[in-house]
């Protein structure tokens, strides 16, 4: 009779958590609307309806285009289907963080992503690492990283690469006459500071231990990234 009891309490518990969370989903929906009826002249429902409505909108869209390019993907790699399976763990938030994105550009490296490590002939597995990479980066700093990495590894892993004219160029440094090379725009500065921070690249450093943004030295965390991202020629 006592572990009935214990079982009806536990069941009650469990109701009243779902039923707790339920409430604050339907607060914070509630929030946004209230927002959002702020700045339209609307009522707190037309502003919750408005909010759910486009995110769904939104959602739907950005899935839309995510399997149209997928597809085309696989067309252009000649595979009629994808012949390998991903991890689930790694598999859910790929797909989250790929039918969230709004930039084209980004999206069409998440369905690259896809098609590369659900084919076996790549070679590729497409790591936690990848996905939390390219959730953390823009379409300008994956620009920057399509253009140093084009460049051959090992001849500049040691030597480094000139950041002074990224995105549109970058070239292997000779370490020669480098106290007269000049920083990228503030702009390219932030994406570089960024791509470190999350390992894709290194930045040379003073001898007081100041960041050079001059220069750059690769990783090979950021090759990888990179050749998961891409179609083999």
């Known amino acids: 009779m006592n572990k009935e009891l214990e079982t009806i309490e536990e069941s009650a518990k469990a109701v009243q958590e779902v039923a707790k969370t339920t409430s604050n989903a339907i607060d914070a929906s509630r929030e946004m609307g209230g927002f959002i009826s702020r700045f339209v002249s609307g009522p707190l429902e037309q502003g919750i309806g408005i909010f759910e409505d486009r995110l769904r909108y939104i959602r739907w869209e950005r899935q839309i285009r995510l399997i149209k390019r997928s597809e085309e993907f696989l067309i252009q790699q000649e595979l009629p289907n994808p012949n390998k399976s991903i991890p689930l763990k790694n598999a859910v938030p790929l797909l989250e963080y790929a039918t969230l994105e709004e930039d084209d550009y980004l999206q069409d490296i998440w369905a690259r992503l896809l098609v590369n490590g659900t084919n076996e002939s790549t070679g590729i597995n497409i790591e936690r690492a990848y996905i939390e990479i390219l959730a953390q980066i823009s379409a300008l700093e994956a ?69 050079l943004f001059s220069k750059i030295i690769p990783t090979i965390i950021g090759r990888e990234f990179v050749a998961a991202c891409t179609f083999a020629k």
């Open 143 to 211: 620009q920057i990283l399509q253009t140093i990495y084009a460049l051959p590894f090992n001849d500049m892993r040691h030597t480094g690469v000139i950041t002074e004219h990224l995105p549109v160029s970058a070239k292997i440094s000779d370490e020669k006459n480098e106290d007269k090379l000049n920083e990228p725009p503030l702009e390219i500065v932030m994406a570089l500071a960024n791509l470190a921070r999350i390992g894709c690249l290194r930045m040379p450093l003073t001898w007081g231990g100041g960041e």
